[in-house]
């Protein structure tokens, strides 16, 4: 018992190694998800229905949540717990949840990726959406079609990322004022735009400008990447050299 608690407790998933007898016991369970929630999975099926022990799991990673017995994944408080630590944990909870908006934001504004999982109202909710693109420009393509022809959503993702042009209604894409932005963010994203939009001079320029300075920083981040690795490799010759000389 000695040794497996101090197993688990170093790596809370060990609890897969333990005996029978010990995935029921209690506070051996929670010392492991305490120390890592997805080890829930292995806890025993009585200890899945545990709230105190499940709200310790979701609140150390909120996966763990899809571990929890069945009718606690339609416990609001328990599900808040696990959005609000990881948004991807609504996949897992009850579907009348998925169209709690006050749940579904708090999972928009951890990931904004968990919009595929929220149920259609939110989806179609334009003010849900821009919480989720604020955090995840790339949760666009996880709205409604109507949202996605939505001027203002889109603006504001493609303000953030011009990439997310690609998940735009084609009316927007025809729209020179949310080209000019998505191609100004980032230059190659006016592929994505309509074909008399492509030849523009007015956005070709600022789409050529924009590569330019993703060029640039690129550039910067790879030098200072070199000079990095070039002190390490001088600095380990440096302690080689001292230890031959000792």
């Known amino acids: 018992m000695e040794l497996v608690k101090i197993a688990i407790a170093q790596n809370g998933h060990a609890l897969q190694f333990a005996a029978p007898h010990l995935i029921g016991n209690r506070d051996l369970v929670k010392i492991a998800v305490a120390q890592d929630g997805y080890a829930l999975e292995h806890a025993a099926e009585t200890l899945k229905r545990d709230m105190e022990l499940v709200k310790i799991a979701v609140a150390q990673n909120g996966h763990a949540l899809q ?6 994944i339609g416990n609001r408080d328990l599900v808040k717990i696990a959005v609000a630590q990881d948004g991807y944990a609504l996949e897992h909870a009850a579907e ?8 579904v934001k708090i ?19 334009p003010k ?18 109507t949202v996605r ?9 493609v303000s953030r990322n011009g990439n997310v042009l690609e998940y735009a209604a084609d009316s927007l894409r025809a729209d020179k004022k949310i080209v000019k932005a998505a191609t100004a963010q980032f ?9 008399e939009l492509q030849t ?14 993703v060029a640039r920083q690129w550039f910067i981040v790879t030098s200072i990447v070199n000079m990095k690795i070039r002190v390490l ?14």
């Open 149 to 157: 022809a939505d001027p203002e959503v889109v603006l504001a993702a």
């Open 67 to 72: 571990f929890a017995a069945p009718h606690l």
């Open 128 to 145: 849900v959406v821009l919480v989720a693109i604020r955090n995840t420009p790339h949760a666009l393509q996880y709205a409604s079609e």
């Open 187 to 195: 230059g190659y994203s006016l592929k994505y735009a309509a074909p």
């Open 233 to 246: 490799r001088l600095f380990r010759w440096l302690n080689s050299w001292r230890r031959r000389d000792d």
């Open 200 to 213: 523009d001079p007015q956005l070709v320029g600022i789409a050529e400008r924009s590569k330019k300075r």
């Open 107 to 125: 999972a928009f504004a951890q990931n904004g990726h968990a919009l595929q999982f929220a149920a259609a109202d939110a989806q179609s909710d």
């Open 96 to 103: 009348t949840l998925k169209r709690d908006m006050e749940l």
